[in-house]
């Protein structure tokens, strides 16, 4: 079982930047792709980004490239994403997932076994 906390979400204006961290516990987590989704009230979860477990593959929706990174440290158990040019269409709950396997599409939510709690970020035009 792996357990994910996000931090660092909050209110920023628009054009501002967050950085969102997920830690994640069990001693796995390196051989994890690791994802971040958003929700919106009233919309569907949304892909945002995603990296596997090397690091050296990312994954952007197209809403978010160029404005966000994703990064991990495997060493923390910690995966990353740093939103600059933040715009309120950015304006969401944020999920950080974790997949067990291997997928060829991990722009789904199905690709993913664990998830964690969400943290709001609000952005103020």
């Known amino acids: 079982q792996v357990q994910l906390v996000e931090s660092g979400g909050g209110l920023v204006q628009a054009g501002g930047s967050l950085r969102l961290s997920c830690v994640a516990s069990g001693r796995t987590f390196s051989s994890y792709a690791m994802g971040w989704f958003r929700q919106a009230p009233g919309k569907e979860r949304e892909f945002v980004a995603a990296i596997i477990w090397r690091g050296n593959i990312t994954y952007y929706a197209d809403s978010v490239k160029g404005r966000f990174t994703i990064s991990r440290d495997n060493a923390k158990n910690t995966v990353y994403l740093q939103m600059n040019g933040l715009k309120p269409g950015d304006t969401a709950a944020y999920y950080c997932?974790?997949?067990?396997?291997?997928?060829?599409?991990?722009?789904?939510?199905?690709?993913?076994?664990?998830w964690g709690q969400g943290t709001q970020v609000t952005v103020a035009s």
């Open positions: 997932a974790a997949a067990r396997f291997s997928s060829s599409n991990y722009y789904s939510p199905r690709a993913f076994d664990y």
